[in-house]
């Protein structure tokens, strides 16, 4: 009877470990800014919305600069806006509604 040897054996497993590992790693490191981006593109949409709903077009786009994007599209709705702002390569949608109160002057809440 021939005996064998299993010396050696753990080297592949360790390769592969380590293949798998770095492939992890650049994916994470590729995702990660697009996510980033993504939240960024919200806050840009969110911020363009609500002034285009009060300034119109020119609001829109200049709070969505402010905040790292460009407006792609704005269109006005009855009563309110919906932008669409990018970031990069993401781009975000938001709507927003003007609304006006008006209050009689010496009146209190």
């Known amino acids: 009877m021939q005996m064998t ?4 054996q753990a080297v592949p497993w360790l390769l592969l470990i ?24 919200r806050t840009a949409a969110d911020a363009a ?3 285009g709903a ?13 905040n790292g ?12 806006v919906e932008v669409v702002v990018q970031v990069g390569d993401v781009r975000a949608r938001a709507e ?5 109160s008006w209050q009689h002057v ?3 809440d």
């Open 96 to 100: 927003a509604v003007a609304v006006s």
């Open 54 to 66: 009060v300034e119109g077009r020119a609001g829109a786009a200049d709070l969505a600069a402010a």
């Open 18 to 41: 380590v293949l798998v590992a770095m492939g992890l790693v650049a994916f994470a490191a590729r995702l990660g800014p697009t996510v980033d981006d993504a939240a960024q593109a």
């Open 49 to 51: 919305a609500l002034a």
């Open 5 to 8: 040897s299993e010396r050696g």
């Open 69 to 80: 994007g460009s407006l792609v599209a704005f269109h006005r709705r009855p009563g309110g």
């Open 106 to 108: 010496g009146e209190t």
